[in-house]
Structure formats: structure tokens, C-alpha cells
């Protein structure tokens, strides 16, 4: 039995499972998408697409007149920032630490490992409420530092738990061998192995910053002002031109907006993701 190859039927239903497979994924943001060109009175007709296509709900949050323009950006420029400085810690400590649960052998690694599980599949909703009466008390509510150190507890788990199956898979060898040559110990690691983590770090840090670039408990629930407001938490406050007017239209046009960054770090470095991935799957 050769079982190399498809057979055609085989491949039929590969083909019709991919298919379906991406509809169900898709269907939503087509949907979205769909509905942010239609005007505010063809969001209740209940069609597919719109009759009249517009671009009113983009120039109302992009366009200096837009009604939430100001809302828009300023939550536009928190995610971006808060999210780049929670992802650049979160992968330099993981990093470090994920290296020394591969490499060193101490007591309680097993531990780590698991509580930094246990921590990352951790219902958020649950510590809210201390954390906002913690950071009002301490005068981090409503900052930037307020947020990026709740997305720490969610991004930083993850990471240390994927890049020490990285760590584990590059050869012991590699940094005896440079340390043989004269290297230190930091040498080693930053000239030996860090190279041939790359991808696992890369990897690593575009996931991070998904999880950060996504949130909504801890941004909604921290600020109270579009200081440090990010985008996920200032679509709940975007509000039609009048009391009347449902702003559905507006809401999913900055949806698009601000899955197109996303959208473009997946297709520009699909490989190194796929590659990153694999590669830490081979070992545990």
C-alpha cells in the first residue's frame, strides 16, 4: 500500500474540508468587512453587502472631521506603543529564563514550567477588580505602565513556555564549543545561541504581540480616559451621529483597520512562524 500519495477521492475531501474550513473562518471578517462600506440605514436590511458602498464609516474615524477620529487614533497610537513595549519584555526575560530552564538543571523547573501555564490559560476577568483597586491606590490606573505590566502576566507565560522547547533542541555542543575558543558564558549564549533561536524568538514575539495587541478585560477595566485607552477597549465607546443611529458601521471599520497590521506581519513572515513553530514541536 503506497501511502505517499492521495488517492482522488482523498484528495476531493481534502479539498472540500480545506473549503469549509476556510468559509467558517472567514465568513465573520468578510462579514465585517462587508459592513463597514454600508450606510447606517442598510445595517438593518439584514443583506450581505451593501447596497450603497461608502467610505463614511472610515472617514469618521480616520478623517480629521470624523466624528470619532480623536477616539480612534489616540487608542490606535496606545496599542501600538503599549504593545510593542509589553512584547520587547516579555521576550528578552523569557528569553533569559526559558534559556535557563533548558540549560540549568535546579530544583522546581518542572514548576515554573507549569505555573507558567497555569498562569497563561488563567481566567483574566478574575483579578481584575483587585488589580484596578491596586493601581488606583498606587496611581498606575489609567497609564501606560498600568497596562503593560498586566500584559506581562499574559504574554510572558506563553513565552517562556515556548522558547524553552527551542532552547532545549539546540545542541549542548554549540556553547561548550565556543566556550572552548575563549567565550564567556554570556558570549556563548549571545553569539552561540541566540542566533539559531531566532526563529523560536520571532515566533515568540509576533504571538506575544497578538495577545497584547488583542486585550480587552484589562483595557477596558484599567484606563478611563484615552491616555492609555487601547483600541479593543475604545470600540465599546464609539457612538453613532445621533442617539438613533447604531454605530455598528464605525465599529467594524476600525475592526479592519486595526486587523490589517496583524494581517501583514502573518503574510510577511508566514514562514518564519511555520518555521518557528515546527521547529519546537520537535522536541519537548
Do not use: C, H
Amino acid at each position: 500500500m503506497n501511502t505517499g500519495k492521495l488517492t482522488t477521492s482523498q484528495r476531493i475531501w481534502w479539498a472540500i474540508g480545506t473549503i469549509v474550513v476556510l468559509v467558517w473562518a472567514l465568513f465573520p471578517v468578510a462579514s465585517i468587512l462587508a459592513t463597514s462600506f454600508k450606510l447606517p440605514s442598510e445595517l438593518t436590511l439584514g443583506t450581505f453587502l451593501p447596497r450603497t458602498w461608502t467610505l463614511d464609516n472610515y472617514e469618521q474615524i480616520l478623517a480629521p472631521s470624523g466624528a470619532a477620529q480623536d477616539l480612534f487614533l489616540s487608542a490606535l497610537r496606545n496599542s501600538v506603543g503599549i504593545s510593542l513595549i509589553a512584547t520587547a519584555i516579555a521576550v528578552v526575560l523569557a528569553t533569559l529564563a526559558a534559556y535557563a530552564i533548558a540549560r540549568l538543571d535546579f530544583p522546581g523547573k518542572r514548576i515554573i514550567l507549569t505555573t507558567a501555564l497555569g498562569v497563561s490559560i488563567f481566567p483574566v476577568i478574575s483579578i481584575v477588580t483587585p488589580l484596578f483597586n491596586l493601581w488606583r491606590s498606587i496611581g498606575l490606573y489609567d497609564t501606560w505602565i498600568g497596562l503593560i505590566i498586566p500584559y506581562l502576566s499574559l504574554t510572558l507565560p506563553i513565552s517562556i513556555w515556548t522558547l524553552a522547547a527551542f532552547f532545549r533542541q539546540i545542541p549542548w555542543e554549540l556553547e561548550q564549543a565556543a566556550q572552548v575558543d575563549g567565550a564567556t558564558n554570556w558570549q556563548a549564549f549571545r553569539k552561540a545561541i541566540v542566533p539559531l533561536a531566532a526563529p523560536g524568538v520571532f515566533t515568540t514575539a509576533l504571538i506575544a504581540f497578538f495577545i497584547a495587541w488583542n486585550d480587552f478585560v484589562y483595557g477596558i477595566s484599567l484606563t478611563s480616559t484615552d491616555a492609555a485607552r487601547p483600541v479593543p477597549a475604545a470600540l465599546a465607546f464609539f457612538t453613532g451621529a445621533s442617539q438613533f443611529e447604531s454605530p455598528v458601521g464605525a465599529i467594524s471599520a476600525a475592526a479592519i483597520v486595526v486587523t490589517i497590521p496583524v494581517v501583514i506581519l502573518v503574510v510577511l513572515f508566514q514562514r518564519q512562524i511555520v518555521s518557528g513553530l515546527t521547529q519546537g514541536a520537535v522536541k519537548g
